[in-house]
């Protein structure tokens, strides 16, 4: 169970602001923070899982980036540092694009009706 709060909310600049979201969790003792920087200049949304958060010294161990390309929406992830949990990371990100497609599939089952 992860259980999330906002715990900042910054503007950077004309076009771009953060929110770092708080993450706690049952499974691990420590909390991580999400910060997100939406982009109006180059329409983009970047998520990063972020450790020791808040502005300080953080580290990245995760990076997403939402794009839209072509009148798409393209995801770019990374993996920056995968913690001794590379399997676990690959198999939830896998189990996630599994859900998205069987929800495009009831969507478009959905339409049909």
């Known amino acids: 169970m992860l259980l ?3 715990a900042k909310v ?14 706690e969790t049952a499974y691990k003792p420590d909390i991580n923070f999400e910060k997100v920087i939406f982009n109006r ?3 983009t949304i970047t998520s ?3 450790v020791d958060g808040l502005g300080g010294a953080e580290k990245a161990l995760e990076r997403s980036v939402l794009s839209a390309e072509d009148g798409t929406v393209v995801q ?5 540092d995968h913690q001794g949990m590379k399997s676990f990371k690959m ?4 189990a996630g694009i599994e859900k998205t497609l069987k929800a495009i599939k009831f969507h478009q ?3 049909q009706a």
């Open 76 to 80: 770019r992830h990374l993996l920056l």
């Open 91 to 94: 198999d939830f990100f896998k």
């Open 10 to 23: 910054e503007q950077i600049d004309d076009d771009r602001f953060v929110i770092y979201r708080r993450q």
């Open 109 to 111: 089952f959905d339409q």
């Open 41 to 43: 200049a180059n329409n």
């Open 48 to 50: 990063e899982l972020v």
């Open 4 to 6: 999330t709060s906002v």
